[in-house]
């Protein structure tokens, strides 16, 4: 990228602009449910900017991250779902989409008949840095000289350190519509990094974002309007994919995309997708003699751990593992083994075999089983 581009700027510029007046190129035609936008003022449905629908993977009484909620549209329908025991957070940087988002909150609240979304001031790479904190001391204190400098530097690390703006682990899920490609590419790693820290373990990333089909050529990656246009930052469709992996998510799944591409420059295909993504593969692997046997259809399929599931094969695996594939998204996709002896948590050794071994029935059975049972199937009732 060339280093005189202001992609920041020029998404702040062309966006603060969008929080005045409707610019339908910066949206995707999105189907919302009806219900959820009876309530919402109209400037707010007319001005959004996305490219999916991530709430419609919300769910009652969570807490809602929202990355670059802009003006409020997608908050507002989540706080609907999540209902009053639920609570909703949208980040963002742009001055004139806060203040949009923010000049309904009394509104929306008594419509809803409870106040349970928050706006903060922050940027999406950067779940830390609370930025009204930041203003507010830069007000009181300016930078005048290099000692004010260090007293910046002081507040702004002992804020992040001790108040962050998002806390680690206590979000259920977060969402984005359309706004990861505005991120530069030199922060995007530390962005997902970002979303796997405020998860909670078992929480998920519902984001619905625009994706080339090849990679994007040096001079569209330089001009600003294809930035701002949500093209330039576009990530390639299998790496967007794989930044989810890379950054420790499991589980990771594409439930939209869309067939018809939303824009076509120089021959690259740009649509948009939206992926689900688990937080929780990480911790200890404990041995309790526990199997699974993947039901199929396809002959073989790997995790997100590396282990790789045989159709019809009692697959050893460890306690973790085991309950993993109990939930979603892989729930029903495999048969768990129990052992007919239980060992309890506190019992259990670390689990040493090689991640993909078949598990004898002996195993889960014990060694010393010989029990025959009577001829019936069918017990007290006759047969079947």
């Known amino acids: 990228m060339a280093n005189d ?4 700027g020029a998404v702040a510029e062309r966006y603060g602009e969008a929080a005045k007046a409707v610019e339908p190129a910066l ?3 999105v189907d919302y449910n009806p219900e959820f936008l009876k309530v919402l003022p109209d400037e707010i449905v007319e001005r959004d900017y996305g490219c999916g629908d991530p709430s419609a993977f919300v769910r009652e009484g969570e807490t809602v991250l929202d990355l670059g909620s802009g003006g409020g549209k997608i908050c507002y329908i989540a706080a609907q779902i999540v209902g009053s025991e639920g609570k909703v957070i949208g980040i963002d940087t742009n001055a004139e989409m806060l203040e949009l988002s923010r000049k309904y909150l009394d509104e929306m609240s008594a419509r809803l008949g409870y106040a349970n979304v928050a706006f903060l001031n922050g940027k999406i790479q950067d779940l830390r840095t609370d930025r009204d904190a930041l203003d507010g001391f830069l007000k009181s204190n300016p930078v005048s000289d290099i000692n004010t400098l260090a007293e910046f530097e002081e507040f702004s690390a002992k804020q ?3 108040s962050p703006l998002v806390a680690d682990e206590s979000i259920d899920v977060v969402i984005s519509n359309c706004v990861l490609n505005l991120v530069r590419n030199e922060e995007k790693a530390q962005m997902f990094d970002e979303m796997f820290r405020v998860l909670k373990v078992g929480g998920r990333a519902a984001i619905s974002d625009i994706v080339s089909d090849e990679d994007i050529p040096e001079h569209l990656r330089n001009d600003s309007d294809m930035w701002s246009g ?10 967007f994919l794989k930044a989810f992996e890379d950054a420790g998510f499991y589980g990771i799944e594409i439930v939209k995309r869309d067939e018809t591409p939303w824009r076509t420059v120089e021959g690259i295909e740009f649509r948009s997708v939206t992926v689900l993504a688990y937080k929780g593969k990480q911790g200890k692997c404990l041995e309790r003699n526990q199997a699974v046997v993947y039901r199929g259809p396809w002959r073989k399929v ?3 751990d590396g282990h790789y599931f045989e159709r019809g094969v009692r697959m050893a695996v460890c306690d973790k593992t085991f309950k993993l594939l109990q939930k979603e998204p892989y729930e029903g996709e495999m048969i768990p083994i129990s052992p007919l002896e239980d060992i309890p948590l506190e019992q259990a050794g670390d689990y040493r075999r090689n991640k993909n071994s078949v598990r004898s029935p002996r195993e889960t059975k014990g060694a010393g089983y010989d029990a025959t049972t009577d001829e019936s199937c069918c017990g007290d009732t006759g047969c079947c």
């Open 160 to 162: 992040k350190a001790v």
């Open 230 to 239: 949500c093209i330039s930052g576009a990530y390639r469709e299998d790496q």
């Open 5 to 8: 581009l202001n992609v920041e």
């Open 302 to 304: 790997y995790d997100d």
């Open 27 to 29: 949206c995707c035609p």
